[in-house]
């Protein structure tokens, strides 16, 4: 079945740091793929997308490429700051059917001052 | 919108009590989802709903485990009896058909049996 595997936290790091969360998947199709942030006491939200090979998603300093030749969808931001400290999940969604979204097991960020 | 609206926020209960969860899925969502968040498994599906029909339970970890939706805008997840392995975060969250995947989470129920 489909699976994502991400690097083991926590992950620190001091302000202004570059960040890079490894995440690799399995899937029998062409999956979309997806990082979501979760701050402390919240939900998840989602922070990025990319739906097919090449696909570059961005936001808020954040990027992933989707690389169908490596199957890596690998999160990163050239100067993380403080409040960047969250927990970021990778997940894919196997457009073959469902939808329905497998989720990485979620890699703790903290950055210090 | 005011997003996916869960309570309670946090419940205290001793073993063998029953637990209920509920959930308001954002209007016009036809998918809803209920997930539980552990630091040991980290996040797992446990059942989702599509039009209000349960349609995916095998997350669901045993009997004592039950979700209902009764109409388009309210779900419940209840736990009888509980115990304390059920303690966690749970989490709802809805989506809709089509092209746009994304999942909307609610802020969790932190539950901590005693």
């Known amino acids: 079945g489909d699976s994502v595997t991400q690097m083991e936290g926590p992950v620190t790091l001091s302000e202004e740091a570059f960040l890079t969360i490894n995440c690799t998947y399995t899937a029998t199709g062409y999956p979309s793929l997806f990082w979501y942030v979760q701050y402390p006491g919240e939900g998840l939200q989602l922070l990025l997308k990319a739906t097919k090979a090449d696909d570059k998603g961005s936001n808020k300093g954040f990027e992933a490429t989707y690389r169908k030749e490596t199957t890596s969808f690998h999160l990163e931001k050239g100067s993380v700051q403080v409040s960047d400290s969250a927990v970021y999940s990778c997940a894919l969604s196997d457009r073959r059917g469902s939808y329905i979204p497998t989720f990485g097991r979620g890699t703790s960020l903290i950055v210090h001052p | 919108d005011a997003g996916v609206i869960q309570s309670p926020r946090h419940e205290v209960t001793e073993m063998g009590q029953e637990v209920t969860l509920r959930c308001k899925p954002i209007s016009g969502h036809d998918y809803l989802f209920w997930y539980r968040q552990t630091m040991m498994r980290g996040l797992e599906l446990l059942i989702y709903?599509?039009?209000?029909?349960?349609?995916?339970d095998s997350g669901m970890p045993e009997d004592r485990f039950s979700a209902k939706m009764p109409n388009a805008s309210f779900s419940t997840l209840k736990i009888q009896p509980s115990e304390p392995r059920d303690s966690a975060v749970y989490f709802c969250a809805s989506s809709t058909t089509g092209v746009e995947e994304t999942q909307y989470f609610g802020p969790g129920t932190r539950l901590l049996v005693l």
């Open positions: 709903f599509n039009n209000n029909v349960p349609i995916d």
